[in-house]
């Protein structure tokens, strides 16, 4: 840590922090809800919150009744139900609901329930009867919850996936079906219980209405699983219901766990609750259950969400070992007492408790979070911002202060004076003023800079004359104050617009005027998120006619923007939610800390995950600023040759356009680009360092690497208009520009998928519209 | 005709019709706009318009030393310009136009010209320095004819389509550029010139701006021609232009006419001009040229669009023998005399006039339109109607009149009377009323259904009562009236809605009240577009219970509604330019006679090119008729078991649900689904006709069977609110829903694609939303 920097942030400050656990009881086999006192128990054990089902045995016996009735009458007809063309008799009518199929009443404790919709409605049944009815018991449920005070329902997820015989049909029914409880329950929150994906011959399997037409066919063993068939449908589900806020998932966790890739799929997802059963635990010898390392791991990066899932323990213990084959020939009159069940400690039959208490020393497991993921920055995770505008605009004092307080940005930038500093003494190069290195921070704000450059000259013993150029009269005054305070008034303050500054005075006289000299280094901490997308281009374009020629140089000398395309359908669905009242809200690139994401490229030889777009460099060649001047002054007919509309041009050289391919492995969606930068602040020249770099870095892979724990930046974020799916072996060609007239820049994108069929041959499946930020574009 | 008819539409009142062709004149290798003599010599000879260039050789050779100046100075840095990250050098600026470069001023004539940018661009090109250099010349030539008063520009198409090497990326810039002119020329319309197909070693390649980087490779012979390439490029260029209402194809029409399927798929695109050059023409023995039968067919085909395409005859004639491979080599500085070119009739080398007389002449081999596709009718082409709203709205009698211009309905209705009284009369069925048949005609409106009634009784020779129930009390004074002037006072008019009418009165005391008996035959027109959208299944529904039981009958007795999905740009761009001032604007199923529209699907064995989605039959089983009132009546828990939110259910016997399946040979993309209906009014059961139908129909497959030349409907149109492009080999697998609560009716609808990969193989590529039309719904 460099002296005089005691006011900026430190890490560690904060007592370790594990996120916690809020766990749920939900028995399959129950009959009503948990009465007051064993609700009570309940809690005293540990538990966060239970479920309750909506109705009894009764009711559904009284509607299997009432199916199994209508179809045998339609049987006589000829009809058994499966035409779409509905002959026109009356489909069965759902008789209204009444004391005895339901034990669930208004009460201030139904209030705080999770409601479990009935497990065996079918509403992706391709037989119309038991849809029909499926979707009847579903709104009755929905609306019974909302009138007793429930305000989370749990709906069993589609039987079907689209892969399956009439699977389509069936899950297009199902996501319709969603759709209207969305609107029934208009203030309730819905989860989809969802695995996954989908285990061959998974066991508990429930009886659905289904059942009253036959045996239904065994699940195919032996076939290959295809992993991503429920994350489908879950797709299929939310995209149906437009990205509704109030879908979630409740994912069941596998008794074994997928790849990777599948988990990462989920992690972006919507996630409320996760569901573990007893197939996901293993025992040890004394009878207790656990987790596997795989399972644990999965569970601590979950937690690591800013809305941490609900764990929700459901059939676990002896009161609940998985659901029977025909739950409606059990009694369940009697809930049965936890005390009870917790005494009984059975090899592979262990104890709710049992359950409740790993699940508790695992909470405990978690490694504390650390102190950058604090609760302070956990709370940026997936916040949309707006960009800065810091051309147009005047920074607030606070705004510095958070630039200011990160010391591993300003290390960065000490280290590269140091270097660069390093260089005019060893290798004797020439100076703008006579034996003096001639500095300027140019943008200087609240002078973190300046105090950085006067270190570096004080460690490497070099003599310099530091300039503080700042356009906004605030910040002015601070650093008018900084110098008298804390520089000892060793530095020149400015107030002008960089590009307005005509150079540091060398001499003043009443006949000459002033005399204007160069700058040796120009510094400058100008960079966005996407590295240019602040305008540093255009402002270092704009004060380098002070720069000494040829020996003069920029800290930063280069920076270069990198991009991937990424699933995140909880940003997406926040776009959403703000469209079209917020207009620009999908042409906006949204600075934002990305976190429940998932980079849906892979790396393959030739073709990184996330990858270069384009690159700017320090000072540029004289000959193209002299270009400038020219188009400037010059003017061509019409109103433009530029590239753009009514433009001279003289800002496109600053324009770039990139085309970059990705791919993709598995099938997915894409909902838009993640953006990120890197900077050379400097490169050595020395023999001994030559080559050296000292660098800054937002880059997922090379952060680490180059500026670690550096938190100035969060990433960008283009976003797409509509969600882009892709089939597996898809390769993303995405098209980009950074545009510019002669006032603004601005970034367009564009993003096509292509399959391969085959070895050889690629077809284009699908494209983007051309999304444009020019609406929101940076002022110059 | 029958009797009493003679104010309906007669068809053939109007003279022969045939399109007229709009002609143009265009020579490529022209340096300068044509003179005032010279354009008035063109007109005289029976040309409508003529082309320009913007600009001239001279400056075209500027523009050229230009580039291979600047590309030599670059290569001495070691830099082609093939590289996407700009090193910081300057790309060249395009010099301001000056008088040399250009012949083209601001006159009377220059505000009727089309200009004609510069073919020698390459937008498209890989290079940057090219594609930049393009732009700008692209941006001047725009901006430039803006000033002098040009209204329309031909852009020359992308070199490259996305399946070449660098495709992608050079379409993705050149759709960009322009997206820019669009911007640029913000009046003006642009044309971009298309082939219909690629061909393989087409000649007349124009030597463009990527020449000066060497040889060009040749088009690859021998390897098999995708068609549908160019019209790829041409669906990415206006997709990112997001189907601007000013962007049009100039379609260059090909040597060798390719299969109808591509025609078809050019004809739904908003075509402006189809060009004309010497390669498509034969020649018969003196040298006067023509074209083949398939070349004329396809004319005549798009001929028949409401706005009629232009035809641009394009280096025709002596002086204009294709483009020289080296335009600049040649002097242009005479324009050659088009009179004396007509005198020289020389074998493959025809006059301007040889080639201008045999279009003139193909002009009046049309077909003249039949009287069906007169000028009114041709007027409602792909023109957009909301649907009526004939239950909440009382219609006007211009209504009325338009929907009563129909015979061929009529006629099938009153065939149908004739058949049902016959059976009657024959087999001696038994009748509510002692002797006499009665008949009710709900929904009278001015009585046309009563007229044909009357009429089929006296054919038939059985006795009837006709009872006239009209809701509107406008169109009851005017049945009154019919009553007293034309029926002589044979029917009974009676104001009520249908719904509530007690049945026709069967004696009326002052003790007892009205007695009310029942109808034999209840006679309707209720059938909208779609079949069931004007809600004639409820509408029957509320009026059975006046009909006898069991023998009473419903003319019609049954209807099916069709779909189809197809490509309509037209369509979708007219919607897209409505939303989202007109926020329901892709919510609405629009009633529009159809007609620049592709069908995207294929007849396969197993699966139509239009299909049936479902079906009503009238009358419905009393069982149903009942369930209904015990629904109004009984209520449910909660406010609903119907499928609705809400909703009792007390319509849901009439909501419906499709799944289909449409086959794609061929990839495309798809704007939304087409609907058609089909009813049967009633179908005989005399033995020596059993089975016998009589029928009318919109199926564009069977309305020629059925009800040949009925114009009484226009099929409706679904709109998808994103186009949903497919892959070849794929299948559209539709989902639709009528969904009803207990007060409206609407429809809902979502395409999904999958792809055939190898035999067993289908996977998804893409999906619409699931659109809606909840909030236009039809009022019950």
Redesign the interface.
């Known amino acids: 840590m460099a002296p005089g920097e005691s006011d900026v942030f430190i890490p560690g400050e904060f007592a370790p922090h594990r996120p916690i656990f809020h766990i749920g009881y939900h028995n399959s086999e129950r009959n009503a809800p948990p009465t007051d006192i064993q609700y009570g128990n309940l809690l005293n054990q540990g538990f966060n919150f239970v479920t309750t089902p909506l109705t009894n045995d009764h009711f559904r016996e009284r509607v299997f009744r009432l199916v199994q009735d209508h179809l045998a009458i339609l049987k006589d007809s000829g009809d058994d139900g499966s035409s779409?063309?509905?002959?026109?008799?009356?489909?069965p009518?759902?008789?209204?609901?009444t004391p005895q199929d339901t034990s669930v009443f208004p009460s201030a404790a139904v209030n705080t329930y999770t409601g479990y919709i009935s497990p065996w409605i079918d509403p992706c049944s391709p037989n119309?009867i038991i849809s029909?009815i499926s979707?009847?018991v579903l709104?009755?449920e929905i609306?019974?919850a909302?009138?007793c005070g429930i305000r989370s329902l749990i709906l069993p997820g589609p039987t079907r996936d689209?892969s399956k015989d009439g699977g389509?049909?069936g899950l297009?029914?199902y996501?319709?079906a969603v759709?209207?409880a969305l609107?029934?329950g208009s203030r309730l929150t819905f989860l989809v219980h969802m695995p996954m994906y989908r285990e061959p011959l998974a066991g508990l399997e429930v009886r659905t209405l289904s059942s009253v037409l036959g045996a239904t066919p065994p699940r195919e063993a032996g076939k290959e699983i295809d992993l991503y068939t429920a994350w489908?449908s879950w797709n299929?589900i939310r995209?149906?219901c437009?990205y509704d806020m109030r879908l979630f998932v409740a994912l069941r966790i596998p008794k074994v766990m997928p790849e990777m890739a599948l988990q990462n799929r989920w992690f972006a997802e919507p996630l409320h609750y996760l569901t573990i059963g007893p197939e996901s635990f293993q025992f040890n010898k004394p009878g207790y259950p656990s987790l596997s390392k795989h399972h644990q791991n999965m569970i601590f990066t979950y937690m690591r969400l800013k809305n941490t899932p609900w764990l929700l323990l459901s059939d676990l213990g002896s009161d609940g070992q998985g659901t029977s084959e025909q739950p409606d020939t059990k009694s369940h009159d009697q809930f049965p007492s936890l005390a009870e069940a917790g005494d009984k400690v059975v090899k592979r039959s262990a104890s709710t408790n049992d359950y409740l208490s790993y699940v508790r020393w695992l909470e405990m497991q978690q490694t504390p979070l650390p102190a950058l993921e604090s609760n302070t920055l956990t709370s940026f995770q997936d916040w949309l911002q707006s960009p800065l505008q810091p051309l147009a605009d005047n920074l607030e004092s606070a705004t510095y202060e958070v630039f200011e307080g990160d010391p591993v940005k300003y290390n960065q930038y000490e280290a590269a004076c140091i270097e660069a500093l390093s260089e005019w003494k060893e290798l004797g190069k020439p100076t703008s003023k006579e034996g003096v290195v001639v500095i300027a921070v140019a943008g200087s704000g609240r002078g973190p800079l300046v105090t950085r450059a006067l270190t570096a000259a004080e460690f490497t013993g070099v003599p310099v004359e530091v300039w503080a150029v700042e356009k906004n009269p605030n910040a002015y005054v601070y650093l008018l104050r900084q110098n008298e305070a804390i520089w000892g008034g060793r530095v020149k303050v400015v107030k002008t617009d960089m590009r307005a500054w005509k150079g540091p005075v060398l001499s003043e006289s009443p006949e000459t005027g002033p005399v204007y000299g160069k700058v040796d280094i120009l510094i400058s901490e100008l960079l966005g998120s996407f590295a240019d997308n602040e305008l540093s281009p255009e402002c270092l374009d704009g004060i380098q006619h002070v720069m000494a020629k040829p020996h003069g140089i920029s800290i930063p000398s280069s920076y270069t923007a990198h991009l991937s395309p990424i699933a995140t359908p909880k940003l997406y669905a926040d776009i959403l939610s703000r469209y079209?009242t917020e207009s620009t809200a999908f042409d906006t690139p949204w600075v934002v800390r990305l976190f429940a994401i998932d980079f849906v490229s892979q790396r393959v030889p030739g073709h990184e995950q996330i990858q270069?777009a384009?690159?700017?460099?320090h000072p540029?060649?004289e000959?193209?600023l002299k270009?400038i001047e020219?188009?400037r002054s010059?003017?061509?007919?019409?109103?433009?040759?530029?590239?753009?509309?009514?433009a001279a041009?003289a800002n496109?050289?600053n324009s770039?356009?990139?085309?970059l391919t990705f791919v993709c492995r598995t099938?997915g969606v894409v909902h838009g680009l993640a953006g990120y930068f890197e900077s050379t602040l400097y490169e050595s020249q020395l023999a001994s360092a030559k080559g050296q770099k000292v660098e800054i870095s937002t880059h997922p892979e090379r952060i680490d690497d180059k500026s670690k724990d550096m938190i100035s930046w969060f990433p960008i974020f283009f976003p797409l208009k509509?969600p882009l799916?892709f089939?597996?072996d898809s390769e993303l060609?995405v098209?980009m520009?950074r545009q510019t007239d002669d006032t603004k820049v601005w970034y367009?994108w564009?993003v096509?998928a292509?399959?391969w069929?085959g070895e050889s041959n690629r077809?284009?499946?699908?494209?983007s519209?051309?999304c444009t930020s020019r609406k929101v574009a940076c002022l110059m």
Chains 1, 2 share one sequence.
């Not at 779409?84 to 489909?91: E, Q, R, S, V």
């Not at 009518?93 to 609901?97: F, G, H, R, S």
């Not at 077809?763 to 494209?767: L, M, N, Q």
Request: some cysteine.
């Open positions: 779409n063309f509905t002959t026109p008799g009356a489909d009518i759902l008789p209204p609901l119309r029909s979707r009847q709104n009755l609306n019974y909302n009138f689209a389509i049909q297009a029914q996501s319709r759709q209207e609107t029934i489908d299929h995209s149906v437009d079209p270069q384009w690159e700017f460099v540029i060649p000959s193209t270009g020219a188009r010059g003017g061509v007919v019409g109103g433009g040759g530029g590239s753009m509309a009514g041009g496109d050289h770039r356009f990139c085309h099938r509509q799916y089939p597996a060609e098209s520009w367009e564009l096509e292509w399959m069929v077809i284009k499946v699908g494209s519209a051309l």
